[in-house]
């Protein structure tokens, strides 16, 4: 939980604000912002960058079920804008979702490389946008039908079916040969081998 002194100025106290969404903190009051799966540690650095650590006081905390008082789980559609990244999940889903289909009913040695570089960059794209916006909240935070993990599944399943094609079709297109691809590149979406 972060809590921001009142006499913050107010660029500073936006600009903060700002940064502390972007890390996938909500905001639950003016100048109080909670994240439950971060460690409290994700907001220093936001604040000491802003010159700000002196006026934000990071603790850790968690629900009281003896309280009798509202939880973090039914504060959370209010603190994050679930809705609107559901919604971007789910148009995600909606226009990748018959695409792979596709991909998938024809024979993969026949899948055309320059179109599964093409699609996978636009399906990435669009996954990216969706997820950079996605705060990473617990499950118990979400609605029931949360599309997140339906959308990365899609995602992932479909970087793996075009990868090979992808990259032959990115290695045909550029003068220079490729370097060899890092340990990383593998373990992309939980493994691509």
């Known amino acids: ?33 909670a994240h439950p799966a971060r460690e409290a540690s994700a907001a220093a650095p936001v604040a000491a ?14 629900d009281d079920p003896q309280s009798g008082t509202a939880t973090l789980a039914q504060a959370a559609a209010a603190a994050w804008d679930l809705p609107a990244l559901a919604a971007a999940y789910r148009r995600l889903l909606s226009r990748f979702g018959a695409v792979i289909d596709r991909f998938r009913q024809g024979d993969t040695a026949l899948l055309d ?9 636009l399906l990435i794209h669009a996954y990216r ?27 992932r399943d479909f970087y793996r ?20 691809a890092s340990a990383e590149f593998y373990e992309r979406f939980g493994g691509l081998r």
């Open 1 to 33: 939980m972060v809590l921001v002194a009142a006499d913050l100025p107010a660029a500073l106290r936006a600009q903060l604000r700002d940064e502390l969404r972007w890390a996938g903190f909500g905001a639950f009051a003016p100048g109080v912002y």
């Open 49 to 62: 960058a802003l010159g700000v650590a002196d006026r934000v006081i990071v603790l850790s905390s968690r």
């Open 113 to 121: 490389a320059g179109q599964c570089f093409v699609v996978r960059s």
């Open 129 to 155: 946008r969706a997820m950079l916006r996605d705060p990473q909240l617990p499950s118990a935070l979400l609605p029931l039908d949360w599309p997140g993990a339906a959308a990365y599944a899609l995602t």
């Open 161 to 180: 079916l075009t990868q090979p094609h992808a990259e032959r079709h990115l290695a045909a297109t550029i003068d220079d040969p490729l370097p060899p």
